[in-house]
């Protein structure tokens, strides 16, 4: 008994004793912070571990999980006193940006500042993670009495790994690569990080690409957490080239117009206490070059639209950085020496949100006011038009307004405004049709989705010019400079689907309709499509209506019907019963023009020489969005294909270097002459006209007589060589594409298609053995940024054709229409091209 009792105090001793000495990270996890990779479950540990034995200043959140299964975290650090009352200092945050339910009035005095501090977003960029564990290190700390008085006015948001599968898929590699001792030559293989590299999430997404789209598990969990909150500050901790000096606020142009001085200003604010820090070190940095403020979808420009200061930072370094490396000065750059700068800078923000945080909170409040009381930019209302054709992608639509948290209405009447198809002043009647009011606290974020043409201040920005939702979701709609009268609530479709004896026809809508047919094909149920508009039983069908009947499927007996209903109630997607295939007009369902499809197996290339984006957005899509199989295969093993067993192959963006090939490529011309059925996409599309598939890239025509500025234009000034290159890109603008809807690529669309235009190519058109489906004639460009040179270019040409070669079909896709997966028009155009060109 007494040595029970002895023993129970002995442990209590213990616990007692280590809550007294909370252990650094390297006590804890038994080296120095960079001298080693820390693999992700190791930083989870470490952050359990800060948390259970410092709960009076830390709050951890376990926000979601990865694809791959791995935890995401936040960390709430602050004083004890914050800590206690965190979730009050929330909901008055809320308040204070006019975003909270209870309408209760925010008290601005007392509120401390929240700063949110976001590591390793890209996996491969690997010393952010580790400085997360420093920062929180310094932050919890006992003895570091400097952190202490930041916490009293400040709270810290951590996430210490934005992007949990990449971050291990390089470190794991890095770690199975690397010899007795890191080898610093940029030359070793530690340094040549393999397809696909660890910068991407599983589905070789960008995650600093997704912010406002959010079609990542990773994105849609933490930005849901994000919206709750609202910081002041919001920082995105990346790393770029070795060679390259720090990088950090404030940032390039272009700035989008809707960033306020304050913003601007406290960039500088920021990047002056750094520039301190660094001078005193004497390390290199760089500020206001290269890493601009315009896409709305990243970790700097997201939180800014929403209000906050938000940043990049960039370290040299990511995937050939190593734990050593040897940059081109001769300098040795080490783990710990990137780890080092971006614990540097992240001490460095929380010192100046503190010392800034009365003020910060002030402008973070006005904000929000004047977004509320007076909008922002020159149109107050935008309206879309609630057309029933439209359903699913008004459905898309919506979903992405709440997953930003903007507001929307249903309203009647009448109004004038912007028609985005036309380009022109309209007048234009409501009929309870969508209405986003600019006049609400999310409204530079509405402006910036919304506006039809967005001014741009300096074209060599980093990332695409245009995104205009209307375009990119392919709805009608104006923006009008009156605040128009919002009434009603909008209550989202809710199906349930009535029963039938004879069939059912799906009409050929969007993204769900698909999934439907998708899932159905794959429980053996045989489908038609009809190639022409059809009136049946008092409803009028467009092209492409998907017709489930009997014949064929007898071997599911009744419970054909149940199946039918049960898959498409789930999807939310209606159906029209018909008792008759006598149609009242069009051609009967017997007729040649209504055509039987059963599951394609579909393959996709992937691996070395296939952009892993562009393949990582097709695989994405298949498996999350429409939930149908396929397979992925490496392009060097295509010469394994049992091509008796595969109906489709999909090439996404890449160089084919197996088109070369002679004997390779006979095989593949054998497999579609065949009936095979290739979507060829982007560069796919070049290399198949390489080798001579029949379609040609158009040549730029060349300027007849040149005048005197043209003739001059050689003569330029070294110091804009930066610039040179502007004239010949187009770094994604928005184009009118032309389409034949009588062809199945087009069916489910108007005869146009706004396109998001990435290169300078355009194709000749197939003059004969295809269609041109989608071509650009003159010069059809409707919104962004295009160069000069290639406006005379990009004209006169085609977009997207199909080619029929024997029994098989290629369909020529020249831009990515599945772009990011968030350009939501151009999914049914790739979903035409596998399930019913060529069928
Ligand atoms: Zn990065």
Redesign the pocket.
Known sequence: MMRGIFLYLSICFLVLSAKAQLKSPEEFLGYKIGSRYTPHWKIVNYFNYVAANAPASVKLQQYGETNEGRSLLLAFISSSENIQQLESIRMNNLRLANLAKDKAAPSEENAPALVWLSYN??GN?TSSSEAALMTIWALVDPSNTRTKEWLKNTVVIIDPCINPDGRDRYVNWFNSVVGKNANPLRISREHREPWPGG?TNHYNFDL?RDWAWQTQVESRQRIKVYNEWMPQIHVDY???GVNEPYYFAPAAQPYHDVITPWQRDFQVTIGKNHAKYFDANGWLYFTKEVFDLYYPSYGDTYPTYNGAIGMTY?QGG?GAGGAAVINDEGDTLTLLDRATHHFTTSLSTIEIASLNAGKLVKEFRKFFNDAVSSGTGEYKTYVIKNNLKDIERIGSLLDLLDKNGIQYNAGSGSGKGYNYNTGKEESFSMNNDILISSLQPRSAMVKVLFEPKGRLVDSATYDITAWSLPYAYGLTGYASRDRLNAGTTITKRKVVNEETNYGYVIPWNGIQTVKTVGQLLQKGILLRFSENPFEVNGNKFDRGAILVLKTANKSLGNNLWNEVRKTADANNVKLFSVTTGFVDKGYDFGSDKVHPFKAPKVVLLTGEGIGSNAAGEIWHFFEQQIDYPIMLVNVSDIGRINFNETDVIIMPDGNYKFLTDKVQTEAFKEWINKGGRVVALEGAVGALSKAEFGIKIKKGDEPEKKDEKETYEVLKKFEERERDFIPTITPGSIYKVELDNTHPLAFGYPDYYYTLKMDDNVYDFIKEGGWNVGVIKKDNQVAGFVGSKLKNKLKDGLVFGVQQMGNGTISYLTDNIMFRNFWENGKLMFCNAVFLVGQ
């Open positions: 977003v890209h960029e910068r600093n990346h790393e770029q960039e990511g």
